[in-house]
């Protein structure tokens, strides 16, 4: 019982810290996951807008440098007057100056004049045209268009004299230092990938290395097929997060893919599990410990507790609850020691009661078997003592009683046992004591009980009478003994004799006493014995009533 | 009075807009100074006209798609029979420049004017034109100090300013003592002698730098009218604004 109480609590503390423990070893870890995953995802879209930031910027850079030579008042003229050789030479000097790569003149149709790469007068070049009409209208934003494997973004500005006379259109290559660049702050690799037409998409410019680079065009299909515009790539054994973003682009379709290594999000991840294991696990630990410390703490009173109750109710003669502490478990143990103590002692004389009596007995009985000594039963009752209840009245009655207690434990050894069963009698307990000793012992008892004894009303004479059984020369068992004893009590009174009268045993026929004994057995149960008050006297006397009927008389 | 009404409408390929051209002809019995002109050359020039005898008064009203006047419009009347040579010298008329704009921004003049652009700005101006009719420029200069220029071939000048690139100008040279320009109404009247007549119209908005709209018709002595209506294809070229007004 203790024992489950002990686990009981030890299991409860466990439980709570590997519950809490675990839960917010979880909870912190799921928030950190998403925390991670949260930053790259920001990550992503800070690289996003530096991407659409950075082509704005360039086309606004861009356009300012045309500006310059679409303002140009010779450039003008040579427009207006369509001066070809002028046009020509403007195109090529401005273009090495600002580093385009290709530098046009167009009519207001978007008819290419003149150009520094003869290719686009070409008809494959027809999509290049195209965007070069629709990168006229500045309000369209950047104008990327891939031509003949490079991606070119394209401004175009117009020739005014004052009015429109042509529209002048340079492209700048995108190379892999704009992306760089965009790393180089955000931290994330950048792609610039432009659709053919009706053709594979192509791998213009990008920060990757060309291992990875290749392994990504292989995938190009796959991630700018609509639905599919953010996840995991994998890359050469990479595992990359990855965003793919439109750039509006006058209707050819451009795309900027944003790329951060999974690492990103994992690492830390890791690096936090590994530290969790470090914290938690030395924190579970300690908190192990202290459980049990605390569990140990709880279930030690309660294990004093059913230890005193233990004792409480065994047969330990004289044997105390030890109560050291003034707390609520020494409030119990008291009032279990108090509750217990009326049960087997006699309030009055302060002797153990009938109860407790039938317990010693029997272990006395026990040791006197298992050491093969002898034990001697006396049984004890004060002659007149009922005149004097009736005549001097019963707290003159208790006084002797209580007296007589006294006077009996003083002349005996500590060893032995004085219990008063009920009324005027009492018995007594000699281990080790043969029947020549015990006859001694009453003999010694005798005059001592006989002394007057000093009362309020003047001293008091009480005789005492007794009647002694000898384990194992009368009897084996603890009824037996009690009721000879008993009964030779009785034998004395009825010989009006004060001295003492044991049987001797070869007159004690064994069939008879065990016959007597299985009617007592019949008659009424072992709680006879314990169950019975201790006033009770007319239950107790009965069956011993019977021993005397079943007893060969004068033997 | 008899009134005979025609209404033609071409339609123009280019497409988008349109302006609605009515010309209604009507004959005078006495002539008319018609002083419905805004600046001084102009007034001269039809002062000039009233000396002839016995012209035909042409009204000539230009709307939008919308229905909406349009100012501007040069309307000019080409004699079949030719212009017949006059000896008088024409007038020199002013093209000023007043707050970093041409003032007019649309002027016609007779073939053989001579114009001259005073600058009313306290900064300084430079006039240029890239145009076949006539090519020229003045350097950047203040005050009336620039040169007058010849006008001397008929078409579109183009006039700009290499320092102010939204300020332009369009002078339309017209080889004809017949022409005006519509009114805030939209509204032009043309006094001219009867005889045959091809009747041009020209504006910024329409056709600058190409061949403006020709019409065929009679101005008589009799008292017969005709009305003509046109739709011409409108360009989306309004004059530059100096960007403080944007």
Redesign the interface.
């Known amino acids: 019982m203790t024992q489950s109480f002990h686990s009981r609590v030890l299991l409860v503390f466990v439980g709570l810290i590997v519950l809490t423990l675990a839960g917010t070893t979880a909870g912190m870890y799921v928030a950190a996951r998403r925390t991670a995953h949260g930053l790259a995802n920001q990550q992503l879209q800070i690289t996003e807008r530096m991407v659409l930031d950075t082509l704005g910027a360039r086309d606004h850079e861009y356009r300012t440098s045309l500006q310059a030579l679409a303002?140009d008042?010779a450039f003008?003229?040579a427009v207006?007057?369509h001066d070809a050789a002028t046009i020509a030479s403007a195109l090529a000097n401005h273009g090495a100056r600002v580093g385009a790569d290709v530098a046009v003149l167009m009519d207001n149709a978007g008819r290419i004049l003149a150009s520094t790469d003869s290719s686009l007068q070409t008809p494959a070049a027809a999509p290049v045209v195209r965007l070069l009409a629709a990168a006229c209208d500045q309000a369209a934003g950047p104008v990327i268009a891939g031509f003949s494997g490079k991606l070119m973004q394209l401004v175009v500005v117009p020739v005014?004299?004052?009015?429109?006379?042509g529209w002048v259109g340079m492209g700048f290559v995108m190379r892999d230092f704009v992306a760089d660049q965009i790393k180089a702050i955000s931290g994330t690799d950048v792609s610039f990938v432009a659709e053919r037409n009706g053709g594979m998409p192509m791998l213009a410019a990008s920060t990757l290395p060309q291992s990875q680079r290749d392994a990504l065009e292989r995938q190009l299909q796959a991630l700018l097929a609509p639905g599919a515009a953010a996840g995991i790539t994998g890359l050469e054994g990479e595992d990359y997060l990855t965003k793919v973003i439109a750039v509006g682009n006058g209707g050819q379709a451009f795309f900027a893919i944003l790329q951060l290594p999974e690492q990103i999000v994992s690492a830390p991840l890791q690096a936090l599990r590994h530290d969790l294991v470090w914290w938690a696990g030395p924190f579970a630990i300690l908190s192990l410990i202290a459980a049990m410390l605390g569990a140990r703490f709880l279930a030690e009173p309660v294990q004093a507790l059913a230890t005193a109750a233990r004792n409480l109710t065994g047969s330990n003669r004289g044997e105390d609850v030890a109560v050291q502490k003034a707390d609520d478990v020494s409030t119990i143990a008291g009032a279990l020691h108090t509750l217990t103590h009326r049960t087997q002692y006699d309030p009055l004389t302060g002797l153990p009661n009938r109860t407790l009596f039938a317990e010693w007995l029997s272990s006395s009985i026990s040791r006197a078997e298992r050491e093969h000594t002898p034990l001697a039963v006396v049984f004890v009752d004060l002659e007149g003592f009922r005149s004097i209840n009736d005549h001097l009245g019963r707290a003159m009655g208790d006084l002797v009683l209580r007296k007589t207690a006294q006077r009996l434990l003083r002349c005996l050894r500590p060893t032995d046992v004085v219990a008063r069963l009920g009324a005027d009698e009492f018995v007594l307990i000699l281990d080790g004591v043969s029947q020549v000793g015990a006859l001694q012992i009453v003999e010694r008892l005798m005059p001592v009980i006989a002394k007057p004894m000093e009362s309020p009303g003047g001293p008091i004479r009480v005789s005492m009478r007794a009647g002694v059984a000898v384990y194992p020369d009368h009897a084996r068992d603890r009824e037996s003994l009690l009721h000879l004893a008993d009964a030779a009590k009785h034998e004395s009174k009825n010989r009006k004799q004060t001295t003492v009268v044991a049987r001797p045993p070869a007159v004690d026929p064994t069939p008879t006493v065990s016959v007597s004994v299985s009617s007592i057995r019949a008659v009424s149960s072992t709680d006879t014995w314990s169950g019975v008050p201790w006033e009770g006297d007319d239950l107790s006397t009965q069956p011993m009533k019977k021993i005397d009927i079943d007893t060969p008389e004068g033997a | 009075m008899m009134r005979r009404n025609r209404q033609i409408v071409l339609n123009n390929a280019q497409g988008a807009g349109a302006f609605r051209v009515s010309i209604g002809v009507e004959s005078v019995r006495e002539i008319e100074l018609h002083v419905s002109v805004r600046w001084w050359g102009a007034a001269v020039a039809c002062a000039a006209f009233a000396c002839g005898a016995g012209a035909a008064q042409v009204n000539v009203m230009i709307e939008d798609a919308g229905a909406a006047p349009v100012h501007d419009a040069v309307v000019a009347l080409l004699p079949a029979a030719g212009v017949p040579p006059s000896s008088t010298p024409k007038p020199p008329v002013a093209l000023d420049q007043v707050k970093k704009q041409f003032v007019p921004h649309v002027l016609a003049i007779e073939v053989g004017t001579t114009l001259y652009f005073p600058n009313s700005d306290n900064i300084r101006h430079q006039v240029?034109s890239?145009?076949e009719a006539k090519?020229f420029e003045l350097k950047l200069y203040s005050g009336k100090s620039a040169a007058p220029v010849l006008f001397d071939q008929p078409g579109v000048v183009?006039?700009?300013?290499?320092i102010h690139?939204?300020?332009?100008a369009y002078v339309y040279v017209v080889p004809t003592p017949y022409f005006a320009m519509t009114d805030k109404d939209g509204h032009a009247v043309i006094k001219a002698p009867p005889g045959k007549y091809t009747v041009k119209i020209w504006h910024p908005r329409y056709a600058?730098?190409r061949d403006a709209v020709s019409l065929q018709f009679e101005v008589a002595h009799d008292t017969e009218s005709l009305q003509q209506t046109l739709t011409l294809a409108a360009e989306d070229?309004s004059p530059?604004v100096p960007p403080e007004h944007q």
């Open positions: 303002g008042f003008r003229e207006s007057t005014r004299a004052p009015d429109t006379v | 240029y890239f145009s090519r183009v006039l700009g300013c290499n690139d939204w300020m332009s600058h730098g070229d530059g």
